[in-house]
């Protein structure tokens, strides 16, 4: 990138202190009318005493303090952002569109069955949808996120086990798992016992044969794994598994390198996630909120979460009637603007689209591998899926480290690639670029990428000091972490 180039990109980023220096005393953004007696108008307990040190702004510095921080965010929609792991797809308008249907988006979640038949039955519909295209035999909308959907998954194996009066007491989960699920486990009261990888980052059955036995309850296992390497022993695996009376939680984290080419039903998975922004390109995380709806095969579908959508005649409605549900894991019935997201990305890509998309994603993730791999260490040699890991072991001689790459990608113009994941991997930079990103903002990606790897040679100090673009630039993140500074004082 040019001089000239950084000198626009910064004079486009306007400066905004704290609101709280704005404010000077009598300023007031509305014109409100003086009452005497305010609690003719509203109760004494709803009514509060003034805050002291509020800060007093006219209306049009309120709105151009909040539109100038907005401008500082980078996003999916505002430049490439390659958070390897968390897929960071772009979110399409027509599905925004979609979910701001007056007759979806004013829906109230406590309207009776017989005024929500158009939203029951496209719940209905989804979950039909993810079953197929997962090889699932039934499928639960109900969790808030991708972890919730996780919990989820491993109750009703507990709630299989416990069933049988043989609860067992250990889940298996390789090193290359997602993170949350050693936590997702040891919530349902299970002692987590990991597996290592081989040297090409996958689990073999042989690795599972030897820690196998009857005290196992389930092998919880990422494919593709957070090396972004498709687990090659998969259906092996689940056969040990199943011999042993266990079943196999497979995380749908990376559906996005699955999705209408192969499907975890046939993997030999008893049960999965979907995390519907990874795949289905809904809102991810603040943006959100998220959706992390669960399939099962046909073993663990008494034990889905109540209620449940029913078919009774010509009307779609609300049921209780399965007796060995693990019960309701959320409120209401999922975050229902997600799934109108979700239902408009499949019905728009079809069948063929979905595979399409799929195929995309793990091409531009290998481009990005094979124009990197020899200027970046690659962490596992070879061909990977939808993402790929690359390190900072080429750096080393510099003094160049995953976090000075990554903060001086931001001067650059691009979000920083996930850093220091899989934890498996020292020096971690995973680049996932899903399949929205064009040949053209790849190669602009990679040429920063090379110009990094080329300063760090000849001007170590500059990466060091990077980000020098940004509205704050480099913090003391540890000091941060461990010393936030909550509230503002005037000097």
Same mark, same amino acid.
């Given at each position: 990138? %040019?001089?000239?180039?950084?000198?626009?990109?910064?004079?486009?980023?306007?400066?905004?202190?704290?609101?709280?220096?704005?404010?000077?005393?009598?300023?007031?953004?509305?014109?409100?009318?003086?009452?005497?007696?305010?609690?003719?108008? =509203?109760?004494?307990?709803?009514?509060?005493?003034?805050?002291?040190?509020?800060?007093?702004?006219?209306?049009?510095?309120?709105?151009?303090?909040?539109?100038?921080?907005?401008?500082?965010?980078?996003?999916?929609?505002?430049?490439?952002?390659?958070?390897?792991?968390?897929?960071?797809?772009?979110?399409?308008?027509?599905?925004?569109?979609?979910?701001?249907?007056?007759?979806?988006?004013?829906?109230?979640?406590?309207?009776?069955?017989?005024?929500?038949?158009?939203?029951?039955?496209?719940?209905?519909?989804?979950?039909?949808?993810?079953?197929?295209?997962?090889?699932?035999?039934?499928?639960?909308?109900?969790?808030?996120?991708?972890?919730?959907?996780?919990?989820?998954?491993?109750?009703?194996?507990?709630?299989?086990? %416990?069933?049988?009066?043989?609860?067992?007491?250990?889940?298996?989960?390789?090193?290359?798992?997602?993170?949350?699920?050693?936590?997702?486990?040891?919530?349902?009261?299970?002692?987590?016992?990991?597996?290592?990888?081989?040297?090409?980052?996958?689990?073999?059955?042989?690795?599972?044969?030897?820690?196998?036995?009857?005290?196992?309850?389930?092998?919880?296992?990422?494919?593709?794994?957070?090396?972004?390497?498709?687990?090659?022993?998969?259906?092996?695996?689940?056969?040990?598994?199943?011999?042993?009376?266990?079943?196999?939680?497979?995380?749908?984290?990376?559906?996005?390198?699955?999705?209408?080419?192969?499907?975890?039903?046939?993997?030999?998975?008893?049960?999965?996630?979907?995390?519907?922004?990874?795949?289905?390109?809904?809102?991810?995380?603040?943006?959100?909120?998220?959706?992390?709806?669960?399939?099962?095969?046909?073993?663990?579908?008494?034990?889905?979460?109540?209620?449940?959508?029913?078919?009774?005649?010509?009307?779609?409605?609300?049921?209780?009637?399965?007796?060995?549900?693990?019960?309701?894991?959320? %409120?209401?019935?999922?975050?229902?603007?997600?799934?109108?997201?979700?239902?408009?990305?499949?019905?728009?890509?079809?069948?063929?689209?979905?595979?399409?998309?799929?195929?995309?994603?793990?091409?531009?993730?290998?481009?990005?591998?094979?124009?990197?791999?020899?200027?970046?260490?690659?962490?596992?040699?070879?061909?990977?899926?939808?993402?790929?890991?690359?390190?900072?072991?080429?750096?080393?001689?510099?003094?160049?480290?995953? =976090?000075?790459?990554?903060?001086?990608?931001?001067?650059?113009?691009?979000?920083?690639?996930?850093?220091?994941?899989? =934890?498996?991997?020292?020096?971690? =930079?995973?680049?996932?670029?899903?399949?929205?990103?064009?040949?053209?903002?790849?190669?602009?990606?990679?040429?920063?990428?090379?110009?990094?790897?080329?300063?760090?040679?000849?001007?170590?100090?500059?990466?060091?000091?990077?980000?020098?673009?940004?509205?704050?630039?480099?913090?003391?993140?540890?000091?941060?972490?461990?010393?936030?500074?909550?509230?503002?004082?005037?000097?």
């Amino acid at each position: 990138m %040019s001089d000239s180039m950084r000198d626009k990109q910064a004079g486009l980023l306007l400066d905004e202190p704290l609101i709280f220096e704005r404010s000077r005393s009598g300023q007031m953004g509305f014109d409100a009318p003086e009452l005497e007696e305010a609690d003719e108008l =509203l109760p004494p307990e709803l009514l509060r005493d003034a805050i002291e040190g509020m800060p007093e702004v006219s209306e049009p510095e309120v709105v151009r303090h909040f539109l100038r921080l907005s401008q500082w965010n980078l996003s999916a929609a505002t430049t490439f952002y390659p958070l390897g792991s968390c897929t960071m797809k772009y979110n399409p308008i027509a599905n925004e569109a979609a979910a701001r249907m007056a007759g979806f988006a004013g829906l109230h979640p406590m309207a009776p069955d017989e005024l929500a038949q158009g939203a029951l039955e496209l719940m209905a519909e989804l979950q039909d949808m993810l079953a197929e295209v997962s090889g699932m035999d039934a499928v639960s909308l109900q969790p808030a996120a991708g972890a919730q959907g996780e919990l989820t998954g491993m109750k009703m194996v507990r709630a299989y086990h %416990s069933d049988r009066g043989d609860a067992r007491r250990t889940v298996l989960i390789p090193a290359s798992a997602h993170g949350t699920n050693p936590a997702s486990a040891a919530l349902c009261g299970y002692e987590v016992q990991q597996l290592e990888g081989n040297a090409l980052g996958v689990v073999e059955a042989d690795a599972v044969r030897k820690a196998i036995g009857p005290h196992v309850a389930a092998l919880m296992i990422t494919n593709p794994n957070t090396l972004g390497i498709f687990e090659r022993e998969i259906a092996q695996v689940a056969e040990v598994v199943h011999q042993a009376g266990g079943l196999v939680y497979l995380d749908g984290a990376n559906f996005n390198a699955l999705m209408g080419v192969a499907k975890p039903g046939h993997m030999g998975a008893d049960v999965l996630q979907f995390n519907l922004h990874k795949t289905f390109s809904t809102p991810h995380g603040g943006g959100g909120p998220g959706a992390g709806p669960v399939g099962v095969r046909q073993v663990l579908a008494d034990y889905l979460p109540n209620p449940r959508i029913v078919r009774d005649g010509e009307v779609w409605r609300w049921s209780d009637a399965a007796p060995k549900s693990i019960g309701r894991v959320r %409120s209401f019935h999922g975050n229902f603007g997600m799934f109108v997201r979700a239902y408009a990305f499949i019905q728009a890509l079809g069948g063929n689209g979905l595979m399409r998309a799929t195929q995309m994603a793990v091409l531009n993730a290998n481009y990005v591998r094979a124009r990197l791999e020899e200027i970046y260490h690659l962490a596992v040699p070879g061909l990977c899926m939808h993402e790929c890991v690359l390190t900072d072991k080429h750096l080393e001689p510099t003094g160049i480290s995953t =976090l000075d790459v990554a903060k001086r990608l931001l001067d650059y113009g691009f979000y920083a690639p996930t850093i220091y994941f899989p =934890l498996v991997v020292s020096g971690a =930079l995973m680049i996932e670029p899903t399949e929205s990103e064009s040949l053209e903002t790849l190669d602009e990606f990679i040429a920063a990428m090379i110009a990094i790897s080329e300063e760090a040679a000849s001007d170590p100090n500059a990466i060091h000091a990077a980000p020098t673009l940004t509205p704050v630039g480099r913090l003391d993140e540890a000091r941060a972490a461990r010393k936030p500074v909550l509230r503002w004082k005037a000097d």
